[in-house]
């Protein structure tokens, strides 16, 4: 383990309630030395696919050996598997319940273990709060240096959901649709530079047209290029491809949601 450790939380428990900072309390009850982030507590409720989604796109600008703790939960108590990830890089602790399931089809190597080793666990653990009971103890005594074989026997029939990945209708064409709503109402694609770029590679003449909404989409290389209130794209901070209204909500003013198409052609 890293001499400065990091783990970092990701939940739907929001930021009225006590429950973040209780699993923190918790964490450096075992280990004071721990260095804690909170990636958002701002997950939609039970929003397994969502939580998926952050902790695919957040956990890699990490340092290697973070510990990523993800707690989007609906199944708490019931028969779903307290689990840890090991990959080549980092740990991963949450329920599989396929909040992970990003994690899993980007790593060159991963182990899942099933958590059973319960004296890691707080003592009187209760049926609906694993976030502190489990998931907390286990990441901060894994911070501790207590190898990752110690918390269980490792399994292969964890959940894994389904996340669209575009389509190539044509060695010119992709088609990609909407996987998130962000907080400012910006539509980010399930298209990503690197599949851009093999569109590109399709051709050595062309330009890439972005249609959605039944119209071009102009594209921009970031937000305050565009002057007025039309619909825009660019490529954002994580290398997908966004629709965005400079100082607007696209997804309201254009009625987008998640599971909206929307193509990219190379044209000319």
């Known amino acids: ?6 783990i970092t939380l990701t ?20 280990n004071p030395g721990v260095n804690i982030v909170d990636i958002t507590h701002g997950i939609g409720k039970y ?58 089809s980007e790593s060159e190597r991963c182990e899942v273990l099933h958590l059973t080793a319960d004296h890691y666990f707080m003592r009187d653990k209760s049926a609906t709060f694993h976030g502190r009971d489990v998931f907390a103890p286990v990441a901060s005594w894994l911070s501790k240096g207590v190898i990752s074989s110690k918390f269980g026997e490792p399994v292969t029939d964890f959940v894994k959901l389904p996340f669209p990945v575009p389509s190539t209708p044509t060695k010119t064409t992709l088609e990609g649709e909407v996987i998130h709503i962000d907080h400012f109402g910006n539509a980010i694609i399930n298209i990503k530079v690197s599949d851009l770029k093999l569109l590109r590679n399709a051709s050595e003449k062309g330009v890439l047209k972005i249609v959605a909404k039944g119209k071009e989409i102009p594209f921009k290389q970031y937000y305050s290029q565009a002057k007025d209130k039309g619909l825009y794209a660019l490529i954002n901070s994580m290398n997908y491809l966004e629709l965005f209204i400079y100082r607007g909500d696209a997804a309201t ?8 198409t929307l193509g990219v052609m190379l044209v000319g």
């Open 47 to 104: 929003n397994v696919r969502e939580a998926a989604l952050t902790i695919g796109m957040s956990y890699h600008e990490f340092p290697s050996s973070t510990i990523h703790v993800v707690v989007t939960d609906p199944g708490v108590g019931s028969e779903r598997r307290p689990i840890m990830v090991v990959t080549e890089d980092y740990y991963f602790i949450g329920p599989d319940n396929g909040v992970f399931s990003l994690v899993y």
């Open 11 to 30: 939940t739907d428990f929001g930021y009225r309630d006590p429950l973040a900072g209780i699993m923190k309390g918790v964490i450096l009850s075992i």
């Open 253 to 260: 003013e254009f009625n987008i949601k998640v599971g909206d």
């Open 1 to 6: 383990m890293a001499d400065n450790p990091i």
